[in-house]
Nanobody, 123 residues
Framework: QVQLVESGGGLVQPGGSLRLSCAAS????????IGWFRQAPGKKREGVSC????????YYAIPVKGRFTISRDNANNTVHLQMNDLKYDDAAVYYC????????????????WGRGTQVTVSS
């Protein structure tokens, strides 16, 4: 059974940094992709970033390009999202999601979802 567990959320001031982690278990191979999504109160869920553990392909949504970096640790089946220069608009619940097809995860149709971790940006 596939499980995704997020960690690393918290409270940060504008301009600060956080690193989110998503630990995946239950996959039978390394050929899957993990993405990060976020949902703020009253807003639709949106894609943030995605990485393929098979070929290292990556995707970033325009609002986070240049500020967020996604990386993989295949040995530990973990994906990290380094978030720098955080803004008020980045505050949301961040969800980890995974699937076999990179593009399906990018467009928000993964096979599995984590429970989410809260990111709060406040001065």
């Amino acid at each position: 059974q596939v499980q995704l567990v997020e960690s690393g959320g918290g409270l940060v001031q504008p301009g600060g940094s956080l690193r989110l982690s998503c630990a995946a278990s239950g996959f039978t191979s390394d050929d899957y992709s993990i993405g990060w999504f976020r949902q703020a109160p009253g807003k639709k869920r949106e894609g943030v970033s995605c990485i393929s553990l098979g070929d290292d392909s990556t995707y970033y949504a325009i609002p986070v390009k240049g500020r967020f970096t996604i990386s993989r640790d295949n040995a530990n089946n973990t994906v990290h999202l380094q978030m720098n220069d955080l803004k008020y608009d980045d505050a949301a619940v961040y969800y980890c999601a995974a699937g076999q097809r990179f593009l399906e995860v990018v467009v928000g149709r993964p096979d599995y979802w984590g429970r989410g971790t809260q990111v709060t940006v406040s001065s």
